[in-house]
């Protein structure tokens, strides 16, 4: 037989890794195309019933995408998804429900609450479920930490930014205010709450395993003052190049943080 009637190669086919790691974009896609579906009906009908599903759509989308990133950008799975689904679900609530009632309380005895202590209630709040976690579970993989603490900040993200919602349909009955404030929070979620849990949470998970204690501590008091403080700034100062600065640091920041969990060695 001659060579040159060897069939010919076939293209190889991609690797599943590959794709897996693009899952964040199909989020985002099948999410946003969702969320114009729902939008259509719901402008078409006048059926409010659609409403819950185009608040929920246009608060979940972003974050999502960005928690599947997180956890599915390497070759290697970190954090089964169950528990990334349990943490998320888990850490927006009760990070919503403990913030929310501390808020509330410091109102009622000061009065007027200050930035400063809005931030240091919330990024507080989002590291109850990721603690737990820490305590109570195997996975303490120093790499794991960024990725639950992003599944934290995004269910606190996303269930803050129904709260935006559903009150903008209250105060101005108008679908253009509920839109505007979603597409408004989604947006910015990624460089806030998602990006500051999922730092401060990536220093936590690091003292574990981290043989100088305490330099692994002195590390995650930074990160977590440095996120109240970005907390606040961003709150308080309505200003679009602070909230360019803070947003686009603090993402960048967690983009770098998860790129070294997924490229980092193994511990032994």
């Known amino acids: 037989m001659t060579t040159a009637s060897l069939p010919a190669p076939s ?3 991609p690797r599943p890794g590959r794709l897996r790691r693009l899952g964040w974009l199909w989020v985002l896609l099948a999410g946003a195309l969702a969320y114009l579906l729902v939008l259509r009906t719901l402008v078409a009908t006048e059926n409010l019933n659609f409403v819950p599903s185009l608040i929920l759509l246009g608060s979940i989308v972003v974050p999502a995408s960005v928690l599947v990133f997180a956890a599915s950008s390497g070759r290697q799975v970190l954090v089964p ?18 913030a929310g009632t501390l808020e509330y309380d410091a109102l009622h005895r000061l009065g007027a609450l200050p930035m400063i202590m809005v931030g240091l209630i919330e990024e507080s709040a989002k590291l109850v479920v990721p603690l737990v976690v820490l305590l109570v579970t195997r996975y303490r993989d120093p ?22 919602g559903f009150n903008a349909l209250l105060r101005s009955g108008s679908l253009v205010s509920v839109e505007q404030t979603l597409l408004l929070r989604a947006l910015l979620s990624p460089a806030g709450h998602v990006a500051w849990t999922g730092l401060t949470v990536a220093a936590l998970w690091a003292v574990a395993s981290d043989p100088r204690k305490g330099r692994a501590v002195a590390r995650l008091v930074g990160v977590f003052v440095a996120a109240v403080l970005l907390h606040a700034a961003w709150d308080g100062l309505d200003n679009l190049w602070v909230h360019l600065v803070v947003g686009g640091g603090s ?18």
Request: charged content about 10%; proline content about 7%.
């Open 11 to 13: 293209p190889a086919a």
């Open 251 to 268: 993402f960048a920041a967690l983009l770098v943080v998860i790129h070294r969990a997924h490229r980092g060695p193994k511990p032994a």
């Open 143 to 164: 790499r794991a930490g960024v990725i639950v603490g992003v599944a934290s900040g995004m269910g606190f993200a996303t269930l803050e930014t129904m709260g935006y």
């Open 81 to 98: 998804p169950g528990l990334i689904a349990l943490v998320a679900v888990l850490g927006g609530v009760v990070g919503t429900v403990a």
